[in-house]
């Protein structure tokens, strides 16, 4: 009986011990757990390409760069570089709108260097330069353009009272010219009409301020008529001139008409 007992007392013993692991043996060693991958560093996002600004190495220019007044020249604004993505807003000014007008803005396409507009001009009556200015980026550029007013020109005709168009005639009581000078048919801003008449060596001038383009011709009469050619009648050879002058001065070309010249048996014609 106590020999059991203590038989069961040794086994608790040595199941104990084997569950604590008694004596000299090592534990069994653990592996240990493997390092974590650091995780990949996120790649940066790319820096925004610069905005080109249109100094160094971009322009802008007007063509042509004089035109008379209403006249649309073609501008073009070109940058240094394309314009980035959305593309790029150029700010437009004139120095006087009311002589040459531009757009508020205009906007360079994406991937693309310029961009090309119309510009709007006035009337003027002498020529008058504006400065007009693109700015983009922080930076600007500017061109000129020349408006010029509409050219000077002279244009008229003759008509008598008893011969018609292209004529004049000796009036039977007064012996001056029964014709009109009309030049109504110039253009441009005409301040005065500068008109001449010559029957052989004798030329006789006279000036009309604007708005008189149509005039009787003065110091006319048998002084004048008996310097005529072609005598054999029925009329003797006029040549008539007209050139106009603005209010600074500048003059039109002279034009000429061969006008006829009908005596009517006075101042001693027969004819």
Same mark, same amino acid.
């Given at each position: 009986m106590h020999a059991? /007992?203590?038989? *069961?007392?040794? %086994?608790? #013993?040595v199941?104990?011990? %084997?569950?604590?692991?008694?004596?000299? $043996?090592?534990?069994?060693?653990?592996?240990?757990? +493997? @390092? +974590?991958?650091? %995780?990949?560093?996120?790649?940066? *996002? +790319? @820096?925004p390409a610069p905005s080109p600004a249109p100094g160094g190495g971009g322009?802008?220019?007007?063509?042509?760069? %004089? #035109?008379?007044?209403?006249?649309?020249?073609?501008? &073009?604004?070109?940058?240094? *570089? *394309?314009?980035?993505?959305?593309? $790029?807003?150029?700010?437009?000014r004139s120095d006087d709108p009311t002589i040459v007008r531009v757009p508020a803005s205009v906007t360079v396409a994406a991937g693309s260097r310029s961009v090309t507009f119309l510009?709007? &001009?006035? =009337?003027? /009556?002498?020529a008058i330069t504006v400065r007009l &200015?693109?700015?983009?980026?922080?930076?600007?550029?500017?061109? =000129?353009?020349?408006?010029?007013?509409?050219?000077?020109?002279?244009?008229?005709v003759v008509r008598s009272r008893t011969r018609g168009p292209g004529a004049c005639a000796a009036d039977e009581q007064s012996q001056e010219l029964d014709c009109v000078f009309d030049g109504s048919a110039s253009q441009g801003f005409v301040?005065?009409?500068?008109? =001449?008449? &010559?029957?052989?060596?004798? =030329?006789?001038?006279?000036?009309? $301020?604007?708005?008189? $383009? #149509?005039i009787g011709p003065q110091?006319?009469?048998?002084?004048l008529y008996q310097q005529g050619t072609g005598g054999d009648g029925p009329f003797l050879r006029m040549e008539a001139t007209l050139q106009v002058r603005d209010a600074f001065g500048v003059v039109s070309d002279v034009v000429r008409?061969?006008?006829?010249?009908?005596?009517? /048996?006075?101042?001693?014609?027969s004819y």
């Open positions: 059991r /007992r203590l038989f *069961a007392v040794l %086994a608790l #013993i199941s104990t011990c %084997a569950v604590a692991q008694c004596g000299s $043996a090592s534990p069994a060693a653990t592996a240990p757990s +493997p @390092a +974590p991958s650091p %995780a990949p560093a996120p790649s940066p *996002a +790319p @820096a322009s802008f220019s007007v063509t042509p760069a %004089a #035109i008379q007044g209403q006249g649309q020249p073609q501008a &073009t604004v070109t940058l240094a *570089a *394309a314009a980035p993505d959305g593309g $790029a807003l150029v700010v437009l510009v709007e &001009t006035s =009337t003027v /009556r002498t &200015t693109a700015t983009y980026g922080g930076a600007s550029m500017t061109t =000129t353009v020349t408006v010029t007013p509409p050219p000077l020109v002279a244009s008229f301040s005065n009409y500068l008109w =001449t008449y &010559t029957v052989g060596a004798t =030329t006789v001038r006279q000036t009309a $301020a604007s708005p008189n $383009a #149509i110091g006319t009469g048998c002084p008409q061969q006008v006829r010249l009908y005596p009517n /048996r006075q101042c001693g014609f």
